[in-house]
């Protein structure tokens, strides 16, 4: 079956959220929780999401989940998820979930330098 499955109700704004912005949302969610509860220690961070990492043909390793810049003088630390290679190692919504809480808060226990538990409480389940 081609076209949409459901006529829209506003011309051009699909009824149904896309994969992307379903994760894009969860990732929101995630972020904002924990930069607030955080953000007199973290300073300025900048969170994206990109579909999948730039690597090098030669690459031997896992494909990585997320990348973590620190920012210098006044450019902001950035820290990247990758939506692709995360969907790809989770078979349920909770399983999503999960890893993006996990992948998050290792990243902001290293800029931290404190242990992951200690950054979200939900980190050990």
Known sequence: MRGPAVTPRRPGKPE???QRERFDALVLGIVTDIDER???????????VEDTPLIPDDWSGNVPLSSLVRGTGTQATRLVLFRRPIEHRCETRSDLEAMVLTVVVEQVAELLGIEADEVDPRYGE
């Open 16 to 18: 149904r959220r896309t």
């Open 38 to 48: 955080w953000s007199d220690r973290l300073g300025l961070v900048e969170y994206a």
